[in-house]
């Protein structure tokens, strides 16, 4: 018995050495092939560990949430840090100094290590070992790693090392914010009067820091760190919500793979999960948004059995679970939304069936408070608006999405199908390919939970209705509102992450029924839901095979510095070279205006397509302003008025015949004019305000000259 349990933990360790060496091996190659910046990453990991996790620790400590599992602690540290970043980065733009952002979180930091060095029994990871980490958690780690990597760092070949290199227009967005941030806030156009540029600012906000202070590279901070940090936040934020959350603690590893092998949210093709699209592929920060949620869910547990036992320390609590609340708002609005809406709606339910006292609600609008001050303060401003088209309300338009939709249709009206019965079918199908591995046990758990709760057979735990409620309101959001964007979603991706923790609820309950004396129906259904578990997550796991395989060739033809690309979504190195000298020749506060407005040829472009408005690169690259990036391309669709007015007025600038546009450059703040000669057959801007100060085959740059 002891040499087999010897051998399989031979085994086990071998599969965490190679797991390691895989994570590092992709590192390695991030740096030799596609051009990682070796220094970039010293500055990076120490700012994640001296301006986030070690001040979060602070945090935690002086809360009393150190005490519990490690991975909870490091997860709950690393929000708790980010929301100091914050809280200093608004802090400093407020008094015009960097001080605070270079004194604040290193004094915290060396403040907690001074604490762990006088009293080593207070460290939380004191004797930990890499070899006893979950096996199923580091196999976990390691692919979720890759994914994250093969979207971003491995598509993208640093442009000094190529005639040519891709460029994703959405990411050239967000670096652009982050340029724009990494110099004050709110970001303000010029093109459009009184419109405030906002996305998903809490997460370009924090990148913003070490590009504001150490003068790093947006674009290596965001492809080359980004994915290790998008992974390493989900990942820990995952385990621990699944270690806190569920009876059998020692399977949070495996429950995770389980999550990864699902391939959830299979509803554009069967190859790959929108859902891990958005929240691994690094375009919208929506990792660090679901990471957000469940963690607010694992503080919100802790904080209500503090605050329901009359302990003092849920003062504390309360007050990091509002900062959760707020991170998770100003990352994605979205998920703060459901989020809120979730909490009010187990308050209701806990006063209705008399399980929560009225005292509550305090908190509860504290919480609320904090909701609407980020979302209407901080991400909405004058004259802007999230929604889509006309209409809030857009029943079921989600579904369009689905590959299957309109097939499925035309052959249920050639069998004579009515009209009420084909709908059905649509909505069962698409929860099938939503929930995948978990469609069954989640809605029959999900039934019977509602029923048990509030029939008193279970009792009331204000978290696990929480799951509840969030799972309910991020999917009915998702299928009744018509929000900007592609940002519908979002409510779902709360729902999908959330539902394969009411599935394992639901399983092991089974599971432990079954194991009785007399399980009667209990086995039986334990048995069929993990029969269709099993059958579906050979498919999913086919599935994601696929898109790895397929991502993974994508990549090596990525890692050739011969590949010629699209030159509307590429730049290339004459252009890279241009930005270059900006960057060392200008005012870092330069503002720049691009002709580099489209991501189509000319003959397919649209006003009224905003996805079409891709002229954010050079800033980018310059580590410049980039105001006129995010004018354009985060206005609703129905407003394509103003992003043509817009366009309009940054022709202006490039017109040869305007006689004024000096005085127009002057008055938006324009320092520098960028003639795209890829793209346009330019003429000669010089003036008595336009001067030309660096030319090359691709790229004229002209200096606007200051009013006499």
């Known amino acids: 018995m002891n040499t087999l349990s010897d051998q399989q933990n031979r085994i086990q360790n071998i599969i965490r050495i190679l797991c390691i060496a895989a994570a590092a091996a992709m590192i390695v190659i991030s740096i030799t092939v596609y051009g990682a910046s070796v220094p970039g990453y010293a500055v990076m990991v120490l700012f994640l560990l001296v301006y986030m996790i070690l001040p979060g620790l602070l945090i935690i400590k002086a809360a009393g949430l150190d005490k519990g599992q490690r991975i909870t602690t490091l997860a709950l540290a690393l929000f708790a840090g980010w929301s100091i970043d914050l809280i200093l980065y608004f802090i400093n733009d407020l008094t015009g100094s960097n001080i605070l952002l270079y004194t604040v979180c290193p004094l915290l930091s060396g403040i907690y290590l001074v604490k762990i060095i006088r009293d080593r029994s207070e460290d939380p990871f004191r004797g930990w070992k890499p070899l006893e980490t979950d096996v199923w958690f580091c196999v976990f780690m390691a692919l979720i790693l890759l994914y994250c990597l093969l979207d971003t760092q491995y598509q993208y070949l640093a442009p000094e090392l190529s005639d040519f290199t891709y460029m994703n227009p959405d990411k050239a967005y967000h670096l652009g914010l982050v340029n724009s941030l990494s110099h004050d806030y709110p970001l303000e156009s010029p093109w459009i009067n009184g419109r405030i540029i906002t996305y998903h600012i809490f997460g370009e906000m924090l990148f913003s820091i070490p590009v504001r202070l150490f003068g790093l590279e947006t674009d290596f901070v965001s492809f080359s760190f980004g994915p290790l940090m998008t992974a390493f936040t989900f990942g820990i934020s995952l385990c621990s919500f699944f270690t806190e959350m569920t009876e059998k603690k020692e399977r949070a590893g495996l429950y995770c793979m389980i999550l990864l092998l699902s391939n959830i949210y299979m509803t554009r093709n069967l190859r790959s999960s929108l859902a891990f699209k958005f929240i691994l592929e690094n375009d919208n920060s929506a990792g660090y948004g679901i990471a957000a949620v469940l963690m607010t869910i694992v503080i919100f547990d802790k904080w209500y059995g503090s605050f329901e036992a009359g302990d003092k320390k849920h003062r504390i609590e309360g007050i990091i679970c509002l900062l959760f609340i707020m991170l998770t708002t100003g990352i994605k609005g979205p998920m703060g939304a459901v989020t809120v809406g979730a909490l009010w709606g187990t308050f209701l339910l806990g006063m209705i069936m008399r399980k929560m006292p009225l ?42 999405i689905a ?120 086995g039986t259904v334990f048995k069929i839901c993990a029969g269709c578990m099993c059958i579906c997550l050979v498919l999913t796991t086919a599935s994601l095979g696929v898109y790895y395989c397929r991502h993974i060739g994508n990549a090596v033809e990525a890692a050739d510095p011969g590949r010629t690309y699209n030159k509307y979504l590429s730049i290339s190195n004459d252009e890279y070279q241009a930005m270059e000298w900006l960057e060392n020749n200008t005012d870092e506060d330069a503002l720049l205006a691009t002709d580099r407005y489209y991501s189509v040829s000319l003959k397919k472009y649209s006003y009224e397509n905003r996805w079409d408005n891709r002229f954010f690169l050079y800033p980018v690259y310059a580590n410049r302003y980039s105001y006129i990036s995010g004018s354009g391309y985060n206005l609703p669709a129905a407003e394509w008025t103003l992003r043509r007015d817009m366009i309009e007025k940054n022709m202006e600038l490039y017109d040869p015949e305007n006689e004024d546009r000096g005085e127009e450059a002057r008055e938006l703040g324009v320092d520098y004019v960028v003639v795209s000669k890829r793209f346009t057959d330019a003429e000669d801007l010089t003036n008595g305000d336009y001067s030309l100060c660096y030319t090359n085959d691709d790229v004229d740059i002209y200096e606007i000259k200051q009013a006499s």
């Not at 908190?363 to 001050?373: D, E, I, N, R, S």
């Not at 009209?419 to 039934?447: A, D, E, H, K, N």
């Not at 309101?473 to 923790?501: D, R």
């Open 403 to 522: 590959f299957w939709k309109k097939p499925l249709i035309e052959f249920l009206k050639s069998i004579g199908m009515p009209y009420s019965v084909r709908l059905m079918m649509v909505m069962v199908v698409f929860l099938i390919f939503f929930f995948t591995v978990y469609f069954l046990p989640f809605c029959i758990g999900y039934i019977r939970e509602l029923f048990m709760v509030l029939s008193g057979r279970k009792a009331y735990e204000p978290a696990r209705v929480l799951v509840y409620a969030e799972c309910a309101v991020g999917f009915i959001a998702m299928f009744l509102l018509n929000y900007s964007g592609h940002s519908q979603v979002y409510f779902g991706l709360v729902t999908v992450f959330l539902a394969p923790v009411v599935a394992y609820w639901f399983m092991e309950d089974m599971e432990d029924k079954a194991e009785s004396p007399e399980p009667g129906r209990s």
């Open 359 to 400: 005292r509550s609600i305090l908190p509860l609008m504290a919480y609320t408070c904090g909701f609407v001050l980020v979302y209407f303060t901080v991400l909405g401003s004058k004259g802007q608006t999230n929604g889509g088209g006309n209409s809030i309300i857009s029943f079921a338009s989600i579904s369009n």
